[in-house]
């Protein structure tokens, strides 16, 4: 029985992976957009974090991870006799949508498998992780949280693997384990937070087998070396040279850490109160297993990975959902379902995980990759003003980008945008057009759009529209009321594509 659930949540996992859902704009702009743009040399828009004097984003693990999918496409691609660079950034984005489920079923699930140690409560950890809507939408996008999610679960593994283990000196194991430490630190400098205090076991170990701790060494500084050549390679003009690296190397996790310990630069991405990760986020990504987190857990390695790793989190005033990712299959297979209500509340696992899961999984900003893909084919776009949307990723406009230009209103005010779109658009008679790409829930533009149209010189035409979208950030529950917005942002949901000219004279 337990098998063939599995096999259902596995089809459930893919069907969200190949779902245009969008749930973060640093899925795309911290990762493939800045690779695909090396490799396939598209147009693309390279975020701050690349951009600043002292850059935050290491390329050291963006490249095993997008980069030799994307080599390996583009190899496969040649072969079949088209060009190198004939490959169009939607069968790249479904590729790397494809590699994330996979790593996602083999390597998240192998770990879990591994770490828990009795055969009963395997298949149950399983299964947990298996149907959270966290393990569908999340682990299966590009984002860092998703491949350190993978790192601090593999760590924890080879942590297990060696320290039960007190006869052989895991020599090999444990430069595997300083790899692993060194990629999941250039990839988030969250990442020690989980690692640490597991990492304590292994002191005992170290005091046996003092080769262990000599091949971590070597192994490590043998990776931190691969790591800042890359990303000094990457942020230096010109030829890397051995005196550049030496006299200014890039080591981006520690750039990292300064600019997060500067609360003026935190305050500019928000900040949270000191409870948000604790009493918000967590539950948000647990649902009703949240309540059993006190409820007698396993204390076991993963559990004690996961409660230090929200500990560290929590000191810190920008606390993001996806920030604790890492530390949700550590805590499902720690937790323990209570025989008594127990169907009570499996049910309630299962209704939380199929809302979420649909929520988030295909309807959240689910209109944004369609559109923007739509957008590349319209042969007489030159200007794409974005409203009310997560930023488009501007590599997928398949080199578009050379007659298109993108822009980006975020939420800006109605009568301003307006403003813009005047500025913007096209006689009605020109063989160029200016197009907006809102939410159909932005009732603003009725006024425009409708029979009774304003005075306003402006000519909305509708292009097209992608009905599988949502824009909670046009949730208006102080202004509207809450069931007259609920109405309006579900009943009214889709992204569409105007086409907006203006009456010349």
């Not at 999941?184 to 292994?202: C, K, S």
């Amino acid at each position: 029985m337990w098998r063939r659930t599995y096999l259902l949540l596995l089809l459930v996992r893919l069907y969200c992976a190949l779902s245009p859902s969008y749930l973060h704009p640093d899925e795309n702009f911290q990762g493939p957009e800045v690779i695909a743009g090396e490799i396939f040399s598209y147009p693309i828009h390279r975020t701050w974090e690349f951009t600043s004097e002292h850059p935050i984003r290491s390329v050291f693990p963006l490249w095993p991870v997008y980069g030799l999918p994307m080599l390996l496409l583009r190899w496969v691609w040649a072969g079949s006799g088209h060009g190198d660079n004939d490959i169009a950034p939607s069968v790249v984005f479904w590729t790397l949508r494809t590699l994330m489920f996979f790593l996602s079923f083999v390597l998240e699930d192998w770990a879990v498998h591994e770490l828990v140690e009795s055969p009963r409560h395997r298949r149950v950890a399983v299964l947990l992780v298996a149907s959270s809507y966290v393990t569908w939408t999340y682990q299966n996008h590009t984002f860092s949280n998703s491949i350190e999610t993978l790192v601090v679960a593999w760590c924890l593994v080879i942590i297990q693997r060696i320290t039960k283990d007190k006869q052989r000196s895991s020599i090999f194991a444990s430069g595997t384990l300083a790899m692993l430490i060194v990629l999941g630190i250039f990839n988030r400098i969250t990442f020690p937070a989980f690692v640490f205090v597991p990492g304590l076991r292994m002191i005992p170990h170290f005091g046996r087998k003092p080769l262990s701790l000599v091949s971590m060494v070597l192994f490590g500084l043998f990776a931190s070396f691969v790591a800042i050549s890359l990303d000094t390679s990457f942020y230096t003009k010109g030829t890397l040279t051995l005196s550049t690296l030496l006299r200014n190397p890039v080591i981006t996790p520690i750039n990292n850490l300064l600019y997060n310990l500067n609360s003026e630069n935190l305050a500019l991405h928000g900040l949270h109160p000191y409870y948000q990760d604790l009493l918000v986020n967590l539950p948000l990504l647990l649902g009703p297993f949240y309540l059993l987190l006190p409820y007698r857990p396993k204390l076991s390695l993963p559990f004690g990975s996961a409660i230090s790793g929200i500990l560290v989190l929590s000191l810190f005033q920008r606390q993001e959902a996806r920030f604790l990712i890492p530390s949700i299959p550590l805590l499902l297979s720690s937790i323990k379902i209570p025989q008594r209500f127990a169907r009570i509340w499996i049910s309630a696992w299962i209704i939380f995980n199929a809302i979420f899961g649909i929520l988030m999984g295909i309807f959240h900003q689910g209109g944004v990759v369609p559109s923007q893909l739509y957008m590349a084919s319209r042969d007489d776009a030159t200007q794409a003003l974005w409203w009310r949307t997560y930023s488009p990723p501007i590599w997928l406009l398949n080199g578009k980008n050379e007659q298109l230009t993108t822009r980006d209103l975020m939420g800006m005010k109605p009568d301003l945008m307006i403003q813009e779109l005047e500025a913007a658009a096209q006689c009605h008679k020109a063989e160029n057009a200016t197009y907006l790409i809102s939410p159909y829930s932005s009732i603003f533009l009725d006024a425009y759009t409708g029979q009774q149209s304003n005075t306003s010189a402006l000519r909305f035409e509708q292009i097209w529209i992608y009905r599988n979208h949502l824009n909670l950030d046009d949730l208006e529950f102080g202004e509207d009321g809450i069931w007259p917005t609920l109405k309006r942002v579900l009943g009214r949901r889709g992204l569409i594509i105007w086409r907006v000219t203006k009456e010349c004279g």
